[in-house]
T-cell receptor, first 114, second 114 residues
């Protein structure tokens, strides 16, 4: 499983765009990139997933350059409720008959201020 | 609501007690997971069940005993725990496929061992 590196913490203010970058230099060809969000004392929640280029959903965008050695989670116009830990994970499910093994790192602790 | 429920949400037990944590998923998934999250530490994968068979046991002490009676239910039986076992225990489920998939986490059980 590819190792990921992301900033330990970030600060932002309400209404700003936040970009969290994750490095995954040894990403494998079939690996995909997934971001989870976790609030205190709750389970992680899936945010977005991508393989290459750009993916956008109702809550975030994920930018992946051509070499796929890094990715950037973009949160538009954050609010106080976006204060959480954000995890970048790289990997893929086993072949049919397998399961999706996730290895969580320390994540990025995002604090949004008024 | 993620479709994964855990009970109890909070549990305090002595080192000589025996207790069980319960997880139920209402998503029709066929893989279930137990994670441990200690204070200020990344999530640690403990056990994985795929198609009701245990496929991974990450060197977890025998005082933790998982059980998966069917694809919707997962238990974690606890006995003679240590204070350092105090943590948030998270259950997750996913649908095993050959494509990318997502783990859905429950709210967790906050366990305190006295």
């Amino acid at each position: 499983l590819a190792k990921t590196t992301q900033p330990i913490s970030m600060d932002s203010y309400e209404g700003q765009e936040v970009n969290i970058t994750c490095s995954h230099n040894n990403i494998a060809t079939n690996d995909y990139i997934t971001w989870y969000q976790q609030f205190p004392s709750q389970g992680p929640r899936f945010i977005i997933q991508g393989y290459k280029t750009k993916v956008t959903n109702e809550v975030a965008s994920l930018f992946i350059p051509a070499d796929r050695k890094s990715s950037t989670l973009s949160l538009p116009r954050v609010s106080l409720s976006d204060t959480a830990v954000y995890y970048c994970l790289v990997g893929r499910p086993m072949f049919s008959g397998g399961y999706n093994k996730l290895i969580f790192g320390a994540g990025t602790r995002l604090a949004v201020h008024p | 609501e993620t479709g994964v429920t855990q009970t109890p949400r909070h549990l305090v037990m002595g080192m000589t007690n025996k207790k069980s944590l319960k997880c139920e998923q209402h998503l029709g998934h066929n893989a279930m997971y137990w994670y441990k999250q200690s204070a200020k530490k990344p999530l640690e994968l403990m056990f994985v069940y795929s198609l009701e068979e245990r496929v991974e046991n990450n060197s977890v002490p025998s005082r933790f005993s998982p059980e998966c009676p069917n694809s919707s239910h997962l238990f974690l039986h606890l006995h003679t725990l240590q204070p350092e076992d105090s943590a948030l225990y998270l259950c997750a489920s996913s649908q095993e496929t050959t494509d990318t998939d997502t783990q859905y986490f429950g709210p967790g059980t906050r366990l305190t061992v006295l």
